[in-house]
């Protein structure tokens, strides 16, 4: 075993005696240079490496006979670009809102609550659709919803910590599917017409 082979494994058994896997991906959890890195072995190439949202964890994916020495090397030369992804994650407002307390989550309802029923009025006339009631919900998984048959639409309040474009197209998004209830051709031409940015405004949520 070499030196750098050993101190991936050392480090990574510090924290509980085990090299600890995820279920779901196969990874081995391992410290390089101080730093968790979620490694994953495969069939490829190159060594490829993610920072994920919400808390900024770094996957990594190596060729299955890639030596552990020139991982780490990979990691250290990188550290630097790691630091400025993770900064940006932290900041951003999907890592903000895992974290928010539940005045701030009172405080996002109360910009969107106030927010919502204006553009819906505005945009009601130019798509010819009338909404039902108006909901606001702290989401993680959908940033709105519709029931066509009821026209009760359902707007999630971490809106408020996007750009107002962001929080227009949702509501353009939902008022359409009282137009079409599916994402397909006739929805995306639809929302062409409606509001032709639309695909630029719901890139800033992603």
């Avoid at 994916?61 to 890639?66: G, K, N, T, V």
């Avoid at 790691?82 to 309802?109: F, M, T």
């Avoid at 006339?125 to 026209?151: D, E, F, I």
Wanted: charged content about 20%; hydrophobic content about 45%.
């Amino acid at each position: 075993m070499t030196s750098a082979s050993l101190a991936l494994r050392t480090c990574a058994l510090a924290s509980g005696g085990a090299v600890r896997s995820a279920s779901s991906t196969g990874a081995q959890l391992v410290c390089i240079s101080g730093m968790d890195v979620w490694l994953t072995r495969k069939r490829i190439k190159n060594l490829h490496m993610r920072i994920k949202p919400p808390d900024g964890h770094i996957e990594i994916s190596a060729p299955l006979r890639m030596p552990a020495a020139r991982i780490e090397a990979f990691v250290e030369e990188k550290a630097a670009w790691i630091a400025r992804q993770q900064d940006a994650i932290a900041k951003a407002p999907l890592s903000v809102a895992e974290s928010a307390s539940a005045e701030e989550q009172a405080a996002w309802k109360a910009v969107v609550s106030a927010c919502v029923p204006p553009l819906v009025a505005a945009w009601e006339p130019l798509m010819g659709v009338r909404a039902g009631t108006l909901v606001y919900r702290n989401m993680k998984s959908r940033w709105g919803s519709c029931q066509p048959a009821t026209g009760r639409i359902c707007i999630n309040t971490r809106l408020a910590l996007y750009p107002p474009e962001c929080l227009e197209y949702v509501v353009v998004h939902e008022l359409c599917h009282l137009l079409e209830r599916g994402h397909g051709p006739r929805f995306r031409a639809l929302m062409d017409t409606f509001m032709p940015d639309w695909r630029a405004r719901r890139a800033k949520l992603r």
